[in-house]
């Protein structure tokens, strides 16, 4: 490796997730020159991400700056950049129309949604996994009420009114609780013609149980806990088309207006650049030391990489304790071969799963850590715990907590704005008004 | 008045600002009919927007549902839709192609940004009137710091950090002094190739002197306070031309990237369909009863209402009291003409000046209350205590305080996401790596 911009190695890192910044904070301290580049100027924190969407927290409780973040590492710059390539020959990645090179490389790019070849489905089905996203759900979620309020045909209304989620892993089964939860505590006094508490929340899930990242027990009891809560949990039931009228499942039809996808992810595409086998999501299929066949420089983190724990042979989860134990990996290897001057025997890397959990509604969640498998309060307590520990700053937390504390105490969401641009079509005149739309004119009606 | 709706006489209020959400209160528990109509569903608490815009809070801080402030208010329902137009001889208004009725009007639908007939000022100078005027301005101020540390060229960089603020008013003051303060002590430690330090932060002011709403000494206090921690402050500088190089005036030009529009305000078009005489800023002469010529029906409070006060026969500023008081003024009259079956004569409207308060920086601000001039600190804290009490709900108040706290703490500030789209043009090499592109290969560099 010939070092032309000085004494100092370079580590790029692609991504400012979990698996990046991981990366990132192992090299401090270390003689190296660490560049990370991400496309945004912020981190965020994914597992509370439906939180924003569903009007609990703002974006900037559950985000960070990773300039920030990185500030008090003095051998790391941050770099608001796309990547859009990698030349693996060469040695530099493609950075709209510029080169960047690199010693050693840190993939950690993460994955988007995937419609599964039907991305028509997208403008009515929106997913979630950036603050963007969050807040376009928010908005089509508070919509809806508010459409729903001035509804003239009752037929409309009842769509309106309707919530379809699409898939049961975590993101569905938490997005499926919350929205019953506004509907039904968060929201009814606000509105003067209906009733928010009979709105539909239809969780459709193409496998034979919730939660197939957990215990089958855990995966029934999140079932069982979302019906009482009110939501209607359809198993086995295959999403076959998407469009403005609503949602089919073979040869049923639900008028729905608003449906939320949370069902399949596909792999950022950058790693098609690479010319390096992929999954069937489009992930970097690595090395049991999670380098980039024939590239032994180059490391995968998180959700671009299809990797294999050393301890059972199983894949590692697409979850934030995935990315992390990965990125800090691929940081540790670099680390101990800087020290050595050379390249080592690597040991494989291992996935050590600290446990699962996911909330269901207020004070419910179901959670597997190790043998235990915990379920309603005690794992809800232990969700809330665990997610202000992890999030990234102090600021965040209190923040954060004091948003949970507020919403337990009063059932009310803080983060109820419709923000850009929201077109309402207005049906006048208003339900109770009906009597004097009956007297006729039907072109111009007053209210 | 026929009564086509059943018993209850109905009073509209267009517009959820200050001015008609003081007027719905006043008519809480009246047999009214109240409809209040908005093109948004939150109300904004406009005098912190400009906090929001420099990232110290969050937009949810300052902002609350319309129909959640009004939900207790049970003959008040509220409809997010946007008026387009009254006819006043007919007694309607015009909402996207249907017709409302109203016994009573209450016109509060605001201002937005004057560029004085220089429309293509806009998209280099946004104005703050809206949360998503706040957003994109934070979007902009955080996008030039990532622009200047990734710039080639000095004298690009140093129009990168540049910042120039049209408007001498207290926004204008505002945003001066809270750009300088970030720049200067809430991101110097994260970025590794600028000093942010050195932003120039340029307040031009057409008028001889700052806050020209407030008492002379009060204005050059301001002015003073501002040049101590940095804002270079123009008086008598009136801009003639702003464009994507940077800002005119007379024969200088300032080489600048960040334009921030808080000049000039124009009330909203609708008060246009009237057929009333209105003001150079478009705002709706009314009567000493703040009502529109020849209507003695129909209300206009706030900044769509160029109205005297009869206390000193001033113009009512365009200043939430001034809001609130016309809307509660219009309420009462409405409500004492309810109560007597019928007209009565009306006391004109008087302003009550409570007072104006501006701040400056961490710790600084200007206040007049009466004939008390206050400075400083103290100044501060009053507009601290005084802004927070006025918040709209408990939660606002705990979440901007606690903003507030920490941020002092700290001197960091907690909401500095980019967020929407957001391209960067990376010019590479990074500065500190000249070195290796001064070797040639002007087309395709490597870092």
């Not at 590492?73 to 690199?102: S, T």
């Not at 419709?418 to 207005?426: D, H, M, R, Y």
Request: positive net charge; charged residues 20%.
């Amino acid at each position: 490796m010939a070092k032309l911009n000085g004494p100092l190695p370079r580590v790029v890192i692609v991504g400012g997730g979990f698996g990046g910044i991981a990366a990132a904070k192992v090299l401090a301290g270390l003689p190296v020159d660490v560049l990370l580049l991400d496309q945004r100027n912020h981190h965020v924190f994914q597992p509370l991400l439906y939180q924003v969407a569903t009007a609990a927290l703002s974006p900037a409780d559950i985000a960070s700056p990773i300039r920030h973040i990185l500030s008090g590492q003095r051998n790391c710059r941050v770099v608001m950049a796309r990547v859009e390539g990698v030349d693996l020959a060469r040695r530099v990645i493609d950075v709209g129309g510029a080169e960047v090179e690199y010693d050693w490389l840190i993939l950690a790019a993460g994955a988007t949604h995937s419609y599964f070849g039907n991305r028509q489905w997208e403008q009515f089905a929106p997913g979630l996994k950036t603050l963007e996203d969050a807040t376009e759900i928010r908005k089509r979620l508070l919509l809806a009420f508010e459409s729903a309020e001035y509804e003239g045909s009752e037929e409309e209304r009842r769509a309106a009114l309707t919530f379809a989620v699409v898939g049961g892993g975590p993101t569905g089964v938490e997005m499926a609780g919350a929205i019953k939860e506004i509907a039904a505590h968060s929201i009814p006094a606000d509105f003067r013609n209906i009733d928010t508490g009979t709105t539909r929340v239809v969780l459709f899930q193409g496998a034979d149980r919730l939660l197939p990242g957990f215990a089958a027990d855990l995966g029934e009891r999140a079932r069982r806990d979302l019906e009482k809560i009110g939501v209607e949990v359809r198993l086995n039931a295959k999403v076959t088309d998407i469009d403005a009228r609503g949602v089919t499942v073979g040869d049923e039809f639900l008028p729905v207006r608003n449906v939320i996808w949370a069902a399949g992810v596909q792999a950022n595409p950058l790693g098609r650049s690479l010319g390096v086998p992929l999954d069937r999501s489009g992930r970097i299929v690595v090395n049991p030391d999670l380098t980039v066949p024939g590239a032994p420089n180059v490391f995968v983190a998180g959700d671009l990489a299809a990797a294999t724990s050393a301890k059972d042979g199983s894949l590692v989860p697409g979850v934030a304790q995935g990315a992390i134990q990965m990125g800090r990996y691929a940081g540790k290897v670099i680390a101990a071969e800087l020290k050595a001057g050379g390249a080592r025997p690597r040991r494989p890397f291992s996935y050590h799963d600290k446990g699962s959990m996911a909330t269901i509604g207020k004070g419910r969640a179901v959670a597997e850590v190790g043998r235990y498998h915990i379920g309603g309060l005690v794992a809800w307590l232990l969700w809330a715990l665990i997610h202000v520990a992890f999030l990234v700053n102090f600021r965040n937390k209190v923040s954060v907590l004091s948003n949970w504390a507020w919403q337990l105490l009063t059932s009310s969401r803080g983060a109820r704005l419709i923000t850009g641009v929201a077109v309402i079509s207005v049906k006048l005149p208003l339900p109770d008004d009906r009597v004097h739309a009956r007297a006729g004119d039907e072109a111009r009606r007053s209210l």
